[in-house]
């Protein structure tokens, strides 16, 4: 261990950009076993590991760099997979230069690549066939409903089941995976990485109940009936809009309809806007708006359905985007222009009915905000104008109106209309919890899984308290 | 209770029973044992001698004590007697007591007379009358005199017919009687100081020298004596105590019992089986030998006076008390071997630094430690004296009268037979009594544990010879998680003793919450505080002396250790305590076969009934009563029967209880106890399990984890036997470690002495369990224990699926493990504040300390103003405050050169200090840079090693500080591995680049507390303007001993706590050594206060400091000053990587590695901006509390409270002691005064300087000629600082100033002796010749009138050359033991050493051209050493684990040894050496050449030249 210096960093193989942008197929390859074991003996194993630190699941990342460096990887395994529930798909798709990686001590020297190793570490269990399915040896009699089957449905519901809960988990969509089937791509995150999980869930005894989508069939009250406790894990799917003028023109589109359609399309499913190419990119100049990890997602999706230009306009600098500076790069190495420092401040059309334009405002950075952000602030007379096929908005995410879907008006909301919850990420409803995006707002897979893991221990506790008070 | 006369109860933390004494003793004997008043006169003018080794009272009249013990002038005391009209024939046998009365209570004193008479009368005798002893209290201090008991003589009639070996029996059971009687009847102040018909002692408060003025009966001519003893001690405390002044009836003692307790509980469990031959009736009246109270001094002659009134001769119960190292010596015989070994089953050593001078009536001896820890000196006259002391020179003896001049080595003595009139050495002594009994018959029935082991039968299952329990997966987590192992103990403790057969090492403290304050139970071992040496004796190197050391243990009864011949037959032996499994079932067959085993389970109900811990004890106690009276004889204590419905008694209870339970019933010697434990892990957990009373211990469970471990080919191609065996060898290396570091070299005299300090467990559960234990804050009690285990055990014995185990977190955070008071968050905050100057960003990081769960004392405290707020205007400024802020002391060589320049410059810019740490600073900090910078640490670091300390280093300070201990590991010694080892600070140690460098455990000056005190002066002479301080650790105690530091002469005392300290250390010493500063400060305060000495004394503390509320808290507790370790790393950007010992540090601060340091970010602003953020916040929370300065609320503990009563599960949390304001003794004030530092007495070098001043400033050569004797010390010190001050080396020659003497010069002859100074003595020197020499050379030979043979004789003392970097010395003699310990550069030719020779060196070269002792060169790094081998056996004295050792064969280095062999017939005129160089061609042949491993690579001048013609062998 303590190598750092001695050992160059080093990612798993990344597959030339000129090869990637040809498939949707991930763009990472794998380590090889001793690459995986160099790489961690990098690992300084700090006294104050600011790598569990910065993890929104604490997880035990020396612990396991250690075994994997001295190639234990079955207890590798089995620590990453102690605090994480998905450590194969944090190890993708976490922005770990923000996170882990971002706290690592030594990243001067380049940190430690944190998230390849943990995603080889959960690769080889799966072929080892060290992944077991966590059927609990005894029921415990109690049954809990999950609303949601991403991220932190799914870890609260891993971790009901294990305590013995009989869980069912609804989603209005028909398949397992929330985001993480439709909203992240392909080249980030393969399908089947999801699907074998959703197997594993199954074969634990989870069931499924998909295309419920509760409050339009199913009624919530319902729900409420049939469990002793209820999990909303809706995520947030509405997209925040920009009222500029001109956003009504054709050829300007919602990034998660987007991502979704292209999702659909490369399960091979019929996806009707995709056909008819309102939501394809091909030969097509694209401009996508926003600076955070969904609008990366876009811009490289746009690259492999063979866009002819994808640009990327945001309206602060590199050092003060959302999204991971690695998505960036890539991005950028798969030929996308990314224009900082402006903002769109209308959509034109010289025929009339779509985007063919888009007027951008200059931008400087003003002083920095109570949260140490710095805000744009526009130019003057610093407007021009730039060709677009296609816009696509990834502005953010907010919640539906729950207590109006749900027909539950008893359901509070917080000022930004995430529900709101106690300490115990209990609802204002007896019984009924939240987590995730749902609650925290839109944010990262990492947090809905440690969430939903947070969620999934309350509702033990509050299940064993009601226990205890009817015995 | 502990107490026994006159002493003051126990107020706060001061505890009597902790004090140490130290001292100057010696004899005179008559070898024809005829008296003669010479002999008296002389030992009354060795006392003389002998002042400073003895120490003055804080009223600077009283003394801590001295005596004189002689043959009773029977001539002088019958004119008496016949004066005062008593008729006494002239051959009439009589006894007299003399006896201190109370003096000033007359109705005790009417009681205590009226029970010595009946006593008396009762055993048949008459009693002729009393005589009040004539005394002069002018001499004596106030103290002393408030305290002098009635002195008062008992004149005891003989019978005629009895003759006086009878007579001298029965009055030694007339005194025991006497003594108990009046303990019965609680008289205070009475004392016996002897009782004989053959001695008398004469001794008391005062003085050395005011003995015959304080008793004008000794300037009598009729006192005539064969033989004397006499002794001056030097105590830590300044309680008047006349019974604790020596000589005591048996010996006199200078040095420290480091294994008292367990010497004295062993010793009472014998006392139900006495039987001797000659004692037989009285039996009953001799317990307990040892009566509560006694000193540790007086409990060893107790005890050897039992051994002698019962029978033994004098040399025989030295040899029980205090053997020699046997069993690892090549040049033991094995006939001495046998008898060594018997005298080891019946006694188990009283261990310690012990020079002892002693009489039984025909016997006067003298004897030496195992270890060699205190000088003693000797010279045979040809009028047939012996004269014996602790230093030579005490009596003037002309150089012609000398037949010899000697030493004892270790474990050595020698006797003259009063009766026979004979001298008898060393070796003869010990000839006679191995002979006198057929030894080896007498051992030959004890059962070796290995022969069981081999004869025994294969078991199932049983691979590879090695049987280690085996669970299934599930019951091994089952188990480990009720046994409370984490993953982190398993792979970062276990698996690296398995890998490495050693401990793991970690670096930066400890930040994790006290046990007692934790919200996790961490096993009842935690609560448990290693004890440690510091000052007032040696830790030991458990490394490089292992020699010394034994962990063999031995099982069976013993029945009667006073009989002739004791019973061995059930005596089995094993050379360790840590008993693998197979071992342990194999010992339980055989002894099972043969009745005298009993299983007894350590469980108790799981069900949760109340009291079920208590009733599971009371069970196993019964159990094992039972089984003893059955006929068992070893206790097999287990929890292996633990399970879903019982629960383990954690083992140390139990092992504890059930000790303590055979002790109370005097049991314990007639049983072993053996544990099996699931919760022994580590080595601390092993130290705590024997030190209260197991005999062994089987850690069956970590075993268990290793088989599975090893399963699981975690330790490559090793066999499981080789897997166990490494972790038993890093078990047993960490179990010598641990008892090394209190200088404890024997496991059996460790075992149940109780070596702890309880920092958390409830008074009464103490009181009843571990009877002795320090336990100050009371704490956990049975109670709260249950709970823990409970809950323990209910997630391990839980239905369904094992849960996994712990991750831990108590070594590095974790986010599910134990909080740590560095967390992420706040680093960065402090990190962000120290950057940007923002005040407000650091109440941030301070409000987040104050967020955080208690961790340290402080936490669960709080203040109790007792005013109104002021103005924070009103409150002095953050610049007054900021200087009493302390960079404490990281070496160059820990810190890499920009951290440790950093840090000095900062400290400097605000007029606070620094501290250069162990390891040297370069000449060019001493000057300010030319942009202004300081670099030059105003305090400077004297450690063990004594890397680059030099007359130059030392006179470049304001401060100068004797590190004694330090937090991570204090008793410990360090090494820096040879890869730190740069060019640059191999510069600054005197060291060769890329070789390892050793510091060793103790300083090796500093064996006892009147050698602190001539370190102190030598320092103070030195550098004649710098302060000095001695940096110690807390521990229950230290208060006394800082008492002692104070009467050295020091100007400050620095409390360091557990938390603190930066370097790297065996993870069980950063973890369980050592007590918080709050304790340790507060005592030290108290004891100090009540001493009256507080007030010369500064207080510095450090461990952990992180707010201006911990300084606060810090000054009331008694702090005056604050040193801020962690923290001032962390401000340069340390972020508690924790791996400082593996040179990778990322930031630049804890690395060598010139690429690493590149990323060194700190800066002196940072440090600045930290050190005022500090200030600012104490300014606030004094303005708050009303104080307009901090001086105002030093030692105010009184504007304290508590806060916090600890957890629900505690019998009760209580810091009142820390909160004590004792009561003042004179009129010294609470807070330091002083605003000059202690003066000491002047030396020879006053004369010297005010004789040749000017021609020394002039530069002019100069020659100038002195009488010196041994109280001169430190000659040439003060004069080197002039001649630093003053010249650059290459301004003088060799011999510029040269000082020519004739006698004795007393201890540290040319210490620090810069170049340019020649000291040349005709005569001898005491100890610590060429200390730290600076350049000088010295030469020492007898006079010229001497008859001496020069290589049989000894001519300078112990620890000669100790740090010397440059210089030579040449001594026509022997020096004595540690000869050229850690030289690092003088040249040297000497005639013969002892034991220890050239230990640690690392520079320089070493000729001895004769004898050496044992263990030379060990680990020896650098430097060169030939030896004159004319008798052969050299070979096997070395300890070749780091040296290789050759005939000459490089005509280079044959030249350099003939060079110095040629210099030094030619300085001493030795015949010696001219006989050597006269015939060169045969003598060459005889020499060895001792060269170190790691320099063979680096030599300039290879060991074998190609064309060397080889000598011819002798």
Redo the contacts between chains.
């Keep these: 261990m303590q190598k750092y210096h001695k050992t160059e960093q080093k990612y798993p193989e990344l597959r030339p950009s000129r090869q990637r942008v040809k498939d949707f197929d991930e763009v990472y390859g794998e380590f090889r076993p001793e690459n995986a074991q160099t790489q961690s003996e990098r690992c300084l194993q700090c006294g104050v590991p600011f790598c569990q630190v910065h993890c929104p699941l604490h997880n035990n990342i020396p612990d396991w760099l250690r075994l994997t460096a001295e190639g234990r990887l079955r207890d590798a395994y089995e620590m990453a997979s102690r605090t994480n529930t998905f450590p194969e798909i944090c190890g993708r798709i976490c922005p770990q230069d923000r996170l882990c990686e971002g706290g690592c001590v030594v990243k001067d020297f380049g940190a430690i690549t944190i998230g390849s190793v943990e995603k080889y570490i959960t690769e080889t269990a799966w072929q080892e066939g060290w992944v077991e399915t966590f059927a609990p040896e005894r029921e415990n009699g109690y049954s809990v409903g999950i609303i949601g089957a991403g991220p932190a449905g799914l870890a609260a519901a891993e971790q009901l089941r294990r305590s013995g809960c009989e869980v069912h988990v609804y989603d209005r969509y028909d398949r397992v995976g929330g985001l993480l089937i439709y909203g992240i791509p392909n080249f980030k995150l393969e399908k089947e990485v999801v699907a074998r999980r959703e197997k594993q869930y199954r074969d634990s005894g989870i069931q499924f109940h998909l295309e419920a989508d509760i409050g339009n069939g199913l009624s919530f009250a319902e729900l409420r009936g049939r469990h002793d406790a209820v999990l909303i894990a809706t995520g947030v799917y509405k997209a925040r809009d920009a009222k500029l003028p001109g956003s009504d023109l054709g050829g300007i589109v919602e990034a998660l309809d987007y991502l979704i359609a292209s999702n659909k399309h490369g399960l091979g499913e019929k996806v009707e806007r995709f056909a008819n190419g309102e939501l394809n990119a091909k030969g097509k100049k694209v401009i996508v708006i926003g600076g955070g990890d969904t609008a990366m997602d876009c811009v490289r999706t746009a690259v492999r359905q063979g866009a002819t230009k994808v640009t990327c306009l945001y309206r602060r600098d590199r050092e003060n985007m959302p999204g991971s500076a690695k998505e960036v790069l890539r991005a950028e190495e798969e030929g996308v222009e990314f224009v900082w420092l402006s903002a769109p401040e209308e959509f034109r059309s010289q025929k009339g009915k779509r985007v063919d334009e888009i007027r951008v405002c200059k931008m400087r950075l003003g002083p920095a905000d109570a949260s140490g952000r710095r805000s744009p602030v526009p130019i003057e007379d610093g407007a021009f104008g730039m060709d677009a096929d296609l816009v696509i908005k990834a502005l953010g995410f907010e919640p539906e109106d729950l207590p109006v879907a749900f027909n539950e008006m008893q359901l509070q909301l917080s000022q930004w209309g995430t529900l709101k919850v106690n300490r115990q990420m209990m609802t204002s409803l007896d019984g009924v919890f939240a987590a995730g995006d749902i609650v925290r707002g839109a944010s990262l897979v990492v947090w809905a899984i440690a969430d939903g893991r947070e969620a999934a221990s309350e509702i033990m506790k509050y299940i064993e308290e009601k226990q205890r008070r009817a015995a | 209770m502990k107490t026994m006369a006159g002493y003051e109860d126990m107020v706060g933390l001061y505890h009597p029973e902790d004090e140490h004494d130290a001292c100057g003793v010696g004899l005179i004997a008559a070898i024809d044992g005829k008296p003669r008043r010479q002999v008296v006169e002389l030992g009354i003018e060795a006392l003389r001698s002998v002042w400073h080794r003895g120490a003055v009272n804080a009223d600077g009249k009283t003394g801590d004590g001295a005596g004189i013990h002689l043959e009773l002038p029977k001539v002088f005391f019958r004119d008496y007697l016949q004066r005062v009209g008593n008729a006494v024939e002239e051959d009439a046998s009589f006894a007299v007591g003399m006896i201190f009365l109370p003096r000033k209570d007359f109705a005790a004193q009417e009681e205590a007379r009226l029970v010595v008479e009946t006593e008396i009368i009762r055993f048949g005798y008459g009693i002729y009358c009393w005589r009040q002893v004539p005394i002069n209290t002018e001499v004596i201090g106030e103290s002393a005199n408030a305290s002098c008991p009635e002195i008062t003589q008992i004149f005891i009639a003989g019978k005629a017919d009895e003759d006086e070996e009878s007579f001298e029996k029965n009055l030694y059971i007339i005194r025991r009687r006497i003594e108990n009687e009046i303990r019965e009847r609680h008289i205070q102040n009475f004392y016996v100081c002897s009782l004989s018909a053959r001695n008398i002692i004469y001794k008391g408060l005062f003085l050395a020298e005011q003995l015959t003025t304080f008793y004008p009966d000794l300037n009598d001519r009729r006192f005539a004596s064969s033989y004397c003893i006499f002794h001056q001690r030097f105590s830590t405390n300044t309680n008047p105590a006349w019974h604790l002044a020596q000589p005591f009836r048996t010996l006199a003692h200078n040095g420290e019992i480091n294994t008292l307790r367990g010497n004295i509980n062993w010793m009472s469990s014998y006392e139900a089986s006495f039987g001797s031959r000659v004692l037989g009736e009285y039996a009953d009246d001799l317990i307990p030998v040892v009566p509560p109270g006694t000193s540790d001094t007086g409990a060893l002659d107790s005890v050897m006076e039992l051994f002698v009134r019962s029978g033994k001769s004098l040399p025989m119960a030295k040899l029980l008390m205090i053997p020699p190292a046997w069993s690892l010596d090549p040049a033991v015989p094995e006939m001495h071997k046998k008898f060594f070994e018997y005298c080891n089953c019946l006694v188990s050593p009283w261990d310690g630094p012990a020079a002892i001078a002693a009489t039984d009536g025909r016997w006067v001896l003298a004897g030496m430690d195992r270890g060699g820890l205190r000088p003693v000196r000797y010279a045979v006259t040809d009028s047939g004296l012996l004269v014996l002391g602790s230093e030579t020179g005490m009596v003037p003896v002309k150089g012609a009268e000398v037949l010899e001049r000697g030493r004892l080595g270790p474990g050595e003595m020698i006797a003259v037979d009063l009766k026979r009139g004979k001298l008898l050495k060393d070796f003869e002594l010990k000839d006679a009594l191995a002979s006198e009994h057929p030894y080896a018959e007498w051992v030959q029935p004890i059962v070796r544990l290995q022969e069981i082991m081999q004869g025994r039968p294969q078991k199932e299952g049983e691979k590879e010879g090695a049987f280690a329990p085996v669970f299934s997966d599930t019951e091994l987590a089952r188990r480990q998680l009720a046994a409370g192992y984490t993953?982190e103990e398993i792979?970062t403790i276990l698996l690296p003793m398995v890998r490495d057969g050693k401990e793991a090492i970690g670096?930066?403290g400890d930040d994790t919450p006290l046990a007692v304050l934790s919200g996790r139970y961490r096993g009842l071992h935690h609560y448990f505080r290693q004890h440690f040496s510091q000052v007032t004796n040696p830790p030991i190197d458990p490394l490089r002396e292992y020699r010394v050391m034994s962990l063999i243990t031995r099982f069976g009864p013993i029945e009667n250790i006073l009989g002739e011949q004791a019973d061995l037959s059930e005596i089995m032996h094993a050379d360790t305590p840590i008993l693998l499994t197979a071992e342990y079932e194999a010992m339980r067959a055989h002894l099972e076969e043969r009745g005298k085993a009993a299983m007894v389970d350590a469980l108790f109900d799981a069900d949760g009934s109340p009291d079920a811990l208590r009733r599971g004890i009371d069970t196993m106690l019964a159990a094992a009563d039972a089984a003893l009276s059955r006929g068992a004889h070893t206790i097999f204590i287990t929890d292996e029967n633990a399970g879903p419905n019982h629960c383990a008694i954690p083992m140390v209870l139990a092992a504890g209880a059930l000790h303590t339970h055979m002790v109370r019933t005097s049991m314990r010697k007639k049983m072993s106890l053996i544990a099996r434990s699931s919760a022994t892990l580590d080595v601390h957990s092993l130290a705590v399990l024997i030190g209260v009373g197991a005999t062994a211990v089987n850690p069956y469970l970590a075993e268990a984890s290793v088989a599975a471990a090893h399963g699981?080919k975690?330790f490559g191609d090793i066999s499981l036997e080789t897997a166990l065996e490494n972790y038993r060898s890093a078990l047993a290396g960490g179990l010598l470690k641990i008892m090394s570091k209190m200088g404890i070299s024997v496991v059996s005299s460790y075992r149940g002495g109780r070596n702890f300090d309880a920092i958390g467990l409830s008074r009464s559960l103490v009181a009843e369990f571990f009877p002795g234990l320090i336990s100050r804050i009371s704490g956990i009690g049975l109670r709260g224990l249950e709970n823990h285990v409970l809950a323990g055990h209910r997630i391990a014995w839980h239905?369904?699926?094992v849960a996994?185990l712990p991750?831990g977190g108590y070594y590095?955070?974790?986010?599910?493990g134990e909080p740590?008071a560095?967390?992420?968050?706040l680093?960065h905050v402090l990190q962000t504040a120290c950057a940007t100057g923002s005040f407000k960003q650091y109440k941030r990081f301070a409000q987040g300390v104050y967020a955080q769960a208690p961790i340290n004392l402080r936490d669960v405290m709080d203040f109790r103003p007792d005013r109104g707020p002021v103005p924070l205007d009103w409150v002095e400024s953050v610049s007054s405050l900021r200087k009493r802020f302390i960079a404490p002391a990281m070496s160059l060589g820990a810190l890499s050169p920009e951290a440790h320049e950093t840090l000095a410059v900062a400290m400097n810019r605000i007029g606070a200090a620094s501290n250069s740490g162990e390891g040297g600073e370069g000449p060019e900090r001493y000057k300010p840079y030319a942009n202004g910078d300081n670099a030059n640490s105003s305090i400077k670091q004297v450690a063990s090693g004594r890397f680059g300390v030099t007359a130059e280093y030392l006179n470049n300070c304001r401060e100068i500080q004797i590190k004694v201990a330090q937090g991570a590991k204090p008793g410990e010694g360090g090494q820096l591995p040879g890869f730190k080892v740069t060019v640059e600070i191999a510069r600054l140690r005197h060291a060769t680049p890329g070789v390892s460098l050793i510091s060793p455990p103790p300083h090796h000056d500093i064996y006892s507390i009147e050698d602190l005190a001539q370190l102190i002066y030598d320092l103070k002479q030195i550098n004649p303007d710098a302060i000095v301080s001695v940096k110690l650790v807390a521990q229950s105690g230290i208060g006394t001993i800082a008492s002692g530091v104070a009467k050295a002469f020091a100007d400050k005392i620095i409390i360091a706590g557990h938390v603190g300290g930066t370097g790297a250390s065996p993870y069980s010493s950063i973890k369980h050594a050592g007590a918080p500063w709050e304790m340790g400060l507060a005592e030290t305060h108290q004891v100090l206060t009540l001493n009256g000495l507080r007030h010369r004394v500064k207080l510095q503390t450090d461990g952990g400091l992180k707010t201006g509320r911990d300084i606060v808290i810090a000054a009331m507790l008694g702090a005056e000053e604050y040193a801020i370790g962690t923290m001032s790393l962390v401000a340069m950007g340390c972020?508690?990587?924790?791996?400082c010992h593996?040179n990778?540090c990322?930031?630049g601060i804890c690395t060598q590695?010139e690429?690493?340091r590149k990323?060194f970010d700190g800066s002196v602003e940072k440090v600045v901006n930290l050190m005022s953020f500090l200030a600012e916040e104490v300014r606030e929370i004094l303005a708050e509390l009303g104080f307009k300065t901090l001086d105002e609320i030093v030692g105010r503990s009184d504007l304290l409270r508590q806060v916090h009563q600890g957890g629900a599960d505690l019998d009760s949390l209580d810091l009142g002691p820390l909160f004590t304001q004792v009561a003042r003794r004179g009129d010294g004030p609470s807070i330091c005064t002083m605003t000059q530092r202690n003066e000491v007495a002047p030396s020879l070098d006053e004369t010297i300087i005010k004789d040749a001043k000017e021609m020394i400033l002039r530069g002019e050569k100069i020659q100038l000629s002195y009488a010196v004797q041994n109280t001169h010390r430190s000659i040439g010190t003060r004069l080197s600082s002039l001649i630093v001050r003053s010249f650059r080396p290459e301004e003088l020659q060799a011999d510029h100033f040269t000082l020519c003497l004739r006698g004795s010069a007393g201890q540290s002859l040319g210490a620090f002796a810069a170049h340019g100074l020649r000291i040349e003595v005709a005569g001898d020197a005491n100890d610590y010749v060429g200390k730290g020499l600076s350049g000088a050379t010295i030469v020492v030979a007898p006079p010229p009138s001497s008859r001496l043979v020069t290589k049989d004789n000894t001519i300078i003392g112990n620890t000669v050359l100790y740090g010397a970097t440059s210089g030579k010395l040449f001594a026509a003699g022997q020096a004595g033991e540690r000869f050229a310990v850690r030289n690092s550069g003088a040249k040297v030719v000497i005639e013969g050493c002892g034991s220890n020779g050239c230990e640690y060196m690392t520079g320089g070269v070493a000729v001895i051209l004769g004898a050496v002792g044992n263990n030379f060169a060990a680990g020896m790094t650098g430097g060169m050493a030939f030896v004159y081998d004319e008798e052969g056996g050299f070979p096997q004295r070395v300890n070749d684990e780091s040296v290789v050792l050759q005939r000459l064969a490089s005509s280079h280095w044959e030249g350099i040894l003939r060079d110095l062999v040629e210099e030094h017939a030619r300085e001493t005129g030795s015949l010696h050496a001219q006989n050597i160089v006269g015939q060169w061609d045969y003598t060459r042949g005889h020499f060895w050449q001792v060269c170190p491993k790691e320099l063979l690579d680096k030599l300039e001048h290879p060991l074998e030249d190609a064309g060397y013609k080889v000598a011819k062998r002798a």
């Design positions: 993953l792979e670096s930066m699981k975690l239905e369904g699926k996994p991750v590095k955070y974790r986010a599910q740590h560095w967390e992420g968050e680093i972020i508690l990587v924790r791996q593996s990778t990322p930031v590695d690429k690493l990323h």
